[in-house]
Each structure stands twice: as structure tokens, then as C-alpha cells.
């Protein structure tokens, strides 16, 4: 049956399967790219948003029986008046930041905003309920909404201004074309005659394979070929740290969770091979698995051959942490508990690989480090890295969560072999299982101080479950040691932190990594002693707070661009004016450090007179690590930033580590910097047009970290962010504010910086209140993004943020990373505020009910 409706103003007919999504024939029929999927036909994320008839439709779930006869429209049917209008005031706003859901956005605003001129809040709120952003915390999105509305009631056209210089609000980079969805994401790419795959992922948590038949899987037309993990050329376990991550079992292994990947299945379409797949018999005998962290350190079950204790770090100084315990007149003793947390970024992992040059790999990637992933492949593969490409393609998002390769490994292998290009996604679901997760921790805390209300004492003991595999663990423990004691100076630590394997999903980076955890604990800690001496928690805080000179957990002593107490002094009139507060500040690293390197490199190509190209090896994935390349060049040069264009590629040798741990800024900035310095002098003499063809290259490094153990001057990191947060709720013991004040040293772009800290400010209160990745097992409860628990833009309060400028001695300009510093004093002030109200202390996360964490709008 026919069916006939309009798309976009034209005439359309469709004769094939009536039950196909909107979604897929948008984007597989009529290459329409705006139209994103980030949750798999789960109807949770508004960003396949369209207008059907007027009214707003999620294409995922409509299918196209359901759109008889009907009017559809897509970004790309908009008036171009109205479009632009929409897009320059989302981007104008700061309202795009990865970009994925933004289409979404821009379509439930349109039609918004034809039925109301002027909507209210509430309004826009209530209009915007079933699109879900993880970047922006939806504070910029309001506005953005509130902005387009005026400028289109006043019949006034919007313009971006490019100033290009570090301190102005210059738009992100690419954001207009991310608005209206015309940059591609790595499944928009369109490669010619691309092949699909999928995967086979075990069928338990922990299990002996025994054999594993693909008879069945090499029969069905269109599949090209079944992989297993004989097919591996180089080394089958990999790993960010530690190669104890197979990329495919193997018969005779043992399955430690339940993402391990049997499998893979290569044919000429995704459904093909899925069906394929699901045609793969594998004989197990299963065996019970280990779940319980507390239990798994001394249990003879072993996740892996060398035992289940991954690593412990270790922090003891200044003296006896017992005794001096015994001296403090005030001490607290609390156990906390944190939960697992799934990183929700909307868009799922996605990877495209083909044959290149002699015996080569091309991978199009949106990880976070695009020379890790060439170190992995060339080992997967066993060839030498030269003779692999990685180019990234921006990210939809990825808070830590897309730097363990998932996907990239399997369609290297699969094009290597096949010498064709080969596409391989995880949907949501898939998602869920295989990709780490946030560390849940144990911990035991104890504080003291004395009767003036000065620390004297913290002792920690933490467990952190690792699952399955190393990724980052030791390092995320490493660093929850690190920073035990918080914002403030302790003369006594006594901490240790272990991660320990089971057979749960892998607990890996996550925005914070393992410094959000010890701030819940610490900070609840606080506020009891200050409760039991009678101190004010302001004062208290002020008093004890890190100071240039003073020294943080491991022993680093600080000696200049400490700002907590600037940052304290920004909300200590609202402290003292709410009647229910929580208060909480927090430290942040910037760097690896603890005897790693950290380091950048970029270079600077000079195209044509109107065209130049910075390269350099940061993931883009929201945080605006290109936009602050861009206006650091332009700052240092004077180049206008509309002829800039930046790319990622391992080709162009401008190498980087992982995008993670808050460094973006300060390493491209300097490198950026460094490479400018000739590029300036050059420029006294000669324009662009007689500079074509020439690279600038820069470099900026810091070596001088120690390892953790060092005897003599500790140099933990080489910069450090730092935070208060004051969480004030109304009569009700709902959240009304969130005052977040951030020492940024320097903010290199105040659009930038607010965004980032409001997003992190909204997903730490998802953190305090309702996120939640339940495990029982071995197994998630629930694979749907619904159930996360992700506050939706009608409970997520306002927040206020406050910028803090002490300049570091090290950072571009003075400045320090934001990126992660804005959720680790979320929970805390959260938990603290709640106690205020109804005098409950909360020592375990997430702090509401699972039946009740919807029901409390604005909380």
C-alpha cells in the first residue's frame, strides 16, 4: 500500500515496510541528517524531534503508517528566516555545546513559538519536557528560547559577532552548523560502499565459553563474513593502562561481564548483520558471578589471573593519624556510599574503518584521544602505527565515557581483513552494557580538628569497584586519595584507596573521577563537626581553607593561584541570607601528573591568504577545547577566527593524550602559544598570502610531576581548579538556587565557562538526587535512558554562576580547567542543604528513593 504525505513541503510517496520508523526513513531514505538518534527507539531523548501536523512528533516511535496523508517538517524545511533566527540565538546564547539534541531543540522551539510569542519559563519548560540535553544543564537553552522569541517578535535579525580574543564571548566553533544539524556526527558520514557490522556480546557475566558456532550466522544472503577472535593479527587484550581488556573472548575463556564481545558479524546492512548475529550459538557453563566489591578483594573467584586487587594508593604524612585522633576534641565517623553512573552521552559510540594506503587502516573516530586509539589498533592489528589513520569526527558528548575504546578495535579488524569499509554502532542498549561506568565507592571517613575549629586530622579508607577491567581505575582511586582531604589543608592523612575487579560493567573515567566521591564524604563530614563544635560552617570553611603556601592531600605544597577563599567569599552573602543552605567547596587537578607527562602539541598551517588550519590532537565533545585554540591563536596573531579552521587527525603528528582530567585548556593553549611565537614575527614582515605553506609547530609539556610515594618536594599536578557551591532551597526542602562560584583563573570565554559549569552543576544534582545505574548480578536492571534517573529541564533549578579570576602561574593567560571541577561540590552541598531542612544526614547517593525521584520538581 502506498503511502502519500508531505515532507518538507514536497510530495512524497512511500511503498515499503509501513511499519519502518519516520527516523529511519528520514535519514536511510531521504539522507536527512538533523534528525539524530541517541536512544535508540526508547522515545527518551527528543533529538529525532519533528513537526508532524503542527504539533511536535519523535520520529523514532511513528511509523510511517502513521504519517498518511500528513505535513512533516525538519529543520531543513524551516523558513530560512526563522531557521537562522533560531540557530544564531541558541549559539549566541551558549546554548549548543556538543550539538546532538540541539535539532531537537530548535524543532519543539519553533513550534513553540508560533502558538506562544512570548512564552514564559514555565512555558518553555513544559514545551521542551520530552528533549533531554547531558551538556548545557538547560539554563543557556531557556534562554535561547526566551532570546529567538523576542528577536522574532521584534522582527529583528540576529548577528554573531566574532571577536576572536581571549576574554570575549566568541561563538563555539561550528556551532551554527550543529545547531541546524548540517555537521556531520560519525553515523551522519556517508561512505561509498560501506558494509555494517554488529556484535556479539555474552549472554552472562561470567561464564566458561566452550564453543561458539557460526554456521548458522555465514548462511542468510548479505552476510560477508563472521569474525571470532582467531581472526586477530596482533594482541587480542588491550587497554588504556593495563592490557586485561580482550577485544574478543575466545572458546576456552572465561566471560568477565556481560559487554564482553564473542563475535562480530560483517554484511551489506546493519539488519543483516543483526539478524546474523542473533544466530551465533555459544555453549557456556556458567558460573556464579562476583558482585560484591566489599567481598570480591578475598574471594577465591578471580575476575583476573592475578587476583582482584587492582592497585592501592596510599597517602600517610604528618604523624600518627590514631593518636592524633584521640587528641582532637571533635572527630566524626561516617560510612559512605556512592553509587554506578552511566555517562548518557546522546550519542552512542560509532566507528567507521577502511583500507588505506599498503597494508594500512583509516578509522573514523569520536573518542577522546585519537592517538590511543592508533596505539591500540596498530596493536590489535600488528602493524606499526604509521600505518594507521585516525581522524576524529566531534563528539555528541562524552564526560570521560568514550575514552576506553568500544567499538574503534572491532572495525579497524573488520576493514583490515575485509580491505572494505565497514560501519559498526552500538545502539542504547549496547551502549549501556559495554562502555565504564563511574566508580562506585565505599567509604569510611574519619575527621577531626581541634577547638578552634582547625582540621587537624582526616583518615579514609576507600574501595572503588573497578568491574570487569582496569581502564582508568587505579588512577581513579589514585586520584579519590589524592584529593581526600579536599579544599583544605589537613596537617594529618591517613588514607588508602583500592580498586578491585568484579564482574560488573568496568568503572572507568567519569567527569570528576573519583574526586566527587570524597568531597560527598568529606564535606558531610564537615558539617558535622561544625554541628557538634558549634562552628559556622562559613567561617569553617574559610578558616581551613587552601591557601598559597599551604599543602593538599599527598603532600603538594601550593605555592601560588590558590582561590578558594575567593571563591567562598562569592556566595557568602547568599550563605548567610538563606534560611536552608548547603554549603561545599571543592579542588579539582588539571593534568595526569603523579609522575606521568603531560603534554600537547599543535601546528599551525598556513593554507592560503584566507585560510588556515590549526592542528592539534583534543577531542571536541562539547567542552569548547577548539573555540579556545582558536581564540588563543587569534589573541596571540591577529588572525581573523572566521578564516580558522581546526582539525584532528593522527597524520598531521600533533600529538596529545587523552582529553580527560580538565587539561584541555592550559596544554593547546600554551602549545597553541608556543607555536604563535614564530608565526608573530613572521607576520611584522610578510602577510598570509607570502606565508602560504609554511607550519608553525608548538609544544607545551610539564614533567616535573612525582610519582606517588616520592620522597622530598611532591608535585602532584602542576595546576589545580578550585570551588564553592551553595545549594539554597525553599519552605518546601525543594532546590530554588544553586550558587556556583569557580576560580578559572582566567576565563578565556565567559559563554563558554558558564555553560560548562551549569552543565556540570545540573548533572552533579542528578548525581545527589536520582542517577542510578542498578546492577543485580552481574546484569543492569534496565538499559533505558528513562530509568537513569537524568534530571529533565522541568526539575532542574536555577543556577547561578559566579566566576572567580585567580590566575595560575602556569596556565595560558592564567587560566585553569572547568570541565570537571563543577560537579564535585554538587552532592555535597546538596546533601547538606537537605540536612538544614529536615535534619536527616544523608551518607549514601543517590539521596532520593527510587519510587519518589520524579515526583520533586525543581529538586
Known amino acids: 500500500m502506498s503511502i502519500f504525505f508531505s515532507l518538507n513541503g514536497a510530495k512524497k510517496t512511500f511503498n515499503g515496510d509501513e511499519n519502518l520508523s519516520l527516523l529511519k526513513y528520514l535519514r536511510e531514505y531521504e539522507g536527512i541528517i538533523s534528525t539524530k538518534d541517541g536512544c535508540s527507539g526508547q522515545a527518551a531523548c527528543g533529538a529525532c524531534m519533528v513537526e508532524m501536523n503542527g504539533k511536535p512528533a519523535l520520529s523514532c516511535v511513528t511509523p510511517m503508517k502513521k504519517i498518511k496523508g500528513a505535513e512533516v517538517i525538519t529543520i531543513e524545511g524551516f523558513p530560512e528566516k526563522l531557521r537562522q533566527t533560531l540557530a544564531r540565538a541558541f549559539v549566541e546564547k551558549g546554548a549548543v555545546q556538543c550539538g546532538f539534541c540541539t535539532p531537537g531543540f530548535l524543532t519543539r522551539t519553533k513550534v513553540l513559538l508560533e502558538k506562544n510569542h512570548r512564552p514564559t519559563t514555565a512555558k518553555i519548560k513544559d514545551a521542551l519536557r520530552l528533549n533531554l540535553c547531558?551538556?548545557?544543564?538547560?539554563?543557556?537553552?531557556?534562554?535561547?528560547?526566551?532570546?529567538?522569541?523576542?528577536?522574532?517578535?521584534?522582527?529583528?535579525?540576529?548577528?554573531?559577532?566574532?571577536?576572536?580574543?581571549?576574554?570575549?564571548?566568541?561563538?563555539?566553533?561550528?556551532?551554527l552548523r550543529k545547531a541546524v544539524g548540517e555537521s556531520p556526527f560519525i553515523d551522519d558520514l556517508k561512505i561509498e560502499n560501506v558494509l555494517f557490522a554488529a556484535l556479539k556480546f555474552s549472554d552472562f557475566p561470567r561464564a566458561k565459553v566452550l564453543k561458539i558456532d557460526c554456521t548458522a550466522a555465514r548462511k542468510p544472503d548479505g552476510v560477508v563474513r563472521v569474525f571470532t577472535g582467531a581472526d586477530i593479527p596482533g594482541?587480542?587484550?588491550?587497554?588504556?593502562?593495563?592490557?586485561?581488556?580482550?577485544?574478543?573472548?575466545?572458546?576456552?575463556?572465561?566471560?568477565?561481564?556481560?559487554?564482553?564481545?564473542?563475535?562480530?558479524?560483517?554484511?551489506?546492512?546493519?539488519?543483516?548483520?543483526?539478524?546474523?548475529?542473533?544466530?551465533?550459538?555459544?555453549?557456556?557453563?556458567?558460573?556464579?558471578?562476583?558482585?560484591?566489591?566489599?567481598?570480591?578483594?578475598?574471594?577465591?573467584?578471580?575476575?583476573?589471573?592475578?587476583?582482584n586487587l587492582l592497585e592501592t594508593s596510599v597517602i600517610k604524612r604528618g604523624g600518627d593519624a590514631g593518636e592524633t585522633l584521640r587528641r582532637s576534641p571533635y572527630t566524626v565517623n561516617r560510612t559512605f556510599k556512592t553509587q554506578r553512573i552511566e555517562h548518557a552521552f546522546l550519542e552512542t559510540e560509532a566507528a567507521i574503518a577502511g583500507p588505506c594506503n599498503e597494508r594500512g587502516v583509516e578509522i573514523y573516530s569520536q573518542s577522546q584521544g585519537v592517538y590511543e586509539d592508533r596505539r591500540q589498533i596498530a596493536r590489535i592489528l600488528g602493524?606499526?602505527?604509521?600505518?594507521?589513520?585516525?581522524?576524529?569526527?566531534?563528539?555528541?558528548?562524552?564526560?570521560?565515557?568514550?575514552?576506553?575504546?568500544?567499538?574503534?578495535?572491532?572495525?579497524?579488524?573488520?576493514?583490515?581483513?575485509?580491505?572494505?569499509?565497514v560501519k559498526l554502532r552500538l545502539t542504547r542498549e549496547e551502549s549501556m552494557i559495554m562502555h565504564p561506568k563511574r566508580h562506585p565507592m565505599i567509604l569510611d571517613y574519619t575527621v577531626g580538628c581541634d577547638k578552634k575549629g582547625k582540621l587537624t586530622v582526616v583518615k579514609a579508607r576507600i574501595i572503588g569497584d573497578t568491574g570487569a577491567y582496569a581502564s582508568v581505575g587505579m588512577k581513579v582511586l589514585e586520584r579519590a586519595a589524592g584529593h581526600s582531604t579536599g579544599a583544605y589543608h589537613v596537617p594529618c592523612v591517613d588514607v588508602e584507596a583500592k580498586s578491585i575487579y568484579t564482574n560488573?560493567?568496568?568503572?572507568?573515567?567519569?567527569?570528576?573521577?573519583?574526586?566527587?566521591?570524597?568531597?560527598?564524604?568529606?564535606?558531610?563530614?564537615?558539617?558535622?563537626?561544625?554541628?557538634?563544635?558549634?562552628?559556622?560552617?562559613?567561617?569553617?570553611?574559610?578558616?581551613?581553607?587552601?591557601?598559597?603556601?599551604?599543602?593538599?592531600?599527598?603532600?603538594?605544597?601550593?605555592?601560588?593561584?590558590?582561590?578558594?577563599?575567593?571563591?567562598?567569599?562569592?556566595?557568602?552573602?547568599?550563605?548567610?541570607?538563606?534560611?536552608?543552605?548547603?554549603?561545599?567547596?571543592g579542588l579539582k587537578n588539571c593534568g595526569i601528573g603523579n609522575g606521568m607527562s603531560d603534554f600537547a602539541e599543535v601546528k599551525i598551517e598556513i593554507a592560503a591568504p584566507d585560510s588556515v588550519v590549526l592542528h592539534h590532537g583534543w577531542t571536541e565533545m562539547g567542552q569548547g577545547v577548539h573555540t579556545v585554540a582558536i581564540q588563543t591563536l587569534c589573541e596571540?596573531?591577529?588572525?581573523?577566527?572566521?578564516?580558522?579552521?581546526?582539525?584532528v587527525a593522527t597524520p598531521y603528528e600533533a600529538r596529545a593524550g587523552m582529553t580527560t582530567a580538565s587539561r584541555g585548556t592550559s596544554l593547546v593553549g600554551n602549545a597553541v602559544i608556543d607555536a604563535a611565537k614564530e608565526l608573530k614575527k613572521d607576520l611584522k614582515k610578510k602577510n598570509l598570502a607570502q606565508l602560504k605553506g609554511k607550519i608553525y609547530a608548538g609544544r607545551w609539556s610539564f614533567d616535573q610531576s612525582t610519582r606517588p610515594g616520592t620522597v622530598g618536594e611532591i608535585i602532584t599536578h602542576y595546576s589545580y581548579s578550585y570551588a564553592t557551591q551553595l545549594v539554597v532551597l525553599d519552605d518546601t526542602g525543594q532546590i530554588e538556587v544553586v550558587y556556583a562560584a569557580h576560580d578559572a583563573g582566567k576565563i578565556i570565554n565567559p559563554t563558554l565557562f558558564e555553560g560548562q559549569v551549569q552543565g556540570a552543576v545540573h548533572m552533579g544534582l542528578g548525581y545527589a538526587l536520582s542517577e542510578d545505574f542498578p546492577m543485580e548480578n552481574g546484569r543492569p536492571l534496565s538499559t533505558k535512558l528513562r530509568d537513569l534517573g537524568i534530571l529533565k529541564i522541568a526539575e532542574t533549578p536555577r543556577i547561578v554562576v559566579k566566576g572567580v579570576e585567580v590566575p595560575d602561574p602556569l596556565g595560558p593567560y592564567g587560566a585553569k580547567g572547568v570541565g570537571e571541577i563543577g560537579m564535585v561540590p554538587t552532592a555535597a552541598a546538596t546533601a547538606n542543604a537537605l540536612?538544614?531542612?529536615?535534619?536527616?544526614?544523608?551518607?549514601?547517593?543517590?539521596?532520593?528513593?527510587?519510587?519518589?525521584?520524579?515526583?520533586k520538581k525543581g529538586s
Open 504 to 585: 560488573n560493567i568496568p568503572g572507568g573515567a567519569m567527569r570528576g573521577f573519583g574526586v566527587n566521591q570524597v568531597t560527598f564524604a568529606l564535606e558531610s563530614c564537615i558539617d558535622e563537626l561544625c554541628e557538634k563544635g558549634g562552628f559556622d560552617r562559613w567561617q569553617f570553611r574559610f578558616d581551613n581553607a587552601l591557601i598559597n603556601g599551604s599543602m593538599t592531600a599527598p603532600g603538594q605544597v601550593l605555592h601560588r593561584g590558590v582561590g578558594v577563599r575567593e571563591t567562598l567569599l562569592a556566595v557568602k552573602d547568599e550563605f548567610y541570607k538563606a534560611k536552608y543552605a548547603g554549603l561545599a567547596c
Open 235 to 307: 594482541e587480542r587484550y588491550n587497554g588504556l593502562i593495563v592490557n586485561d581488556w580482550p577485544l574478543i573472548i575466545v572458546p576456552g575463556e572465561t566471560t568477565r561481564y556481560i559487554g564482553d564481545v564473542l563475535a562480530g558479524v560483517v554484511a551489506e546492512n546493519e539488519a543483516i548483520a543483526r539478524d546474523a548475529v542473533s544466530l551465533i550459538k555459544v555453549e557456556y557453563q556458567v558460573l556464579a558471578p562476583l558482585t560484591d566489591v566489599s567481598e570480591a578483594e578475598n574471594s577465591p573467584v578471580q575476575v583476573q589471573k592475578k587476583g
Open 134 to 175: 547531558r551538556c548545557t544543564g538547560y539554563i543557556k537553552i531557556i534562554e535561547a528560547v526566551q532570546h529567538a522569541a523576542r528577536a522574532l517578535h521584534e522582527k529583528r535579525e540576529l548577528k554573531l559577532d566574532n571577536p576572536g580574543r581571549v576574554g570575549t564571548r566568541q561563538p563555539r566553533y561550528e556551532a
Open 636 to 647: 596571540e596573531t591577529g588572525i581573523d577566527p572566521e578564516i580558522v579552521e581546526v582539525k
Open 835 to 855: 540536612y538544614q531542612f529536615d535534619k536527616i544526614r544523608r551518607c549514601q547517593l543517590p539521596i532520593l528513593p527510587r519510587s519518589t525521584r520524579h515526583s
Open 383 to 421: 602493524i606499526p602505527e604509521a600505518k594507521v589513520k585516525v581522524t576524529l569526527v566531534p563528539t555528541g558528548g562524552g564526560f570521560g565515557g568514550k575514552e576506553d575504546m568500544t567499538v574503534q578495535g572491532h572495525a579497524a579488524l573488520y576493514a583490515f581483513l575485509l580491505k572494505k569499509p
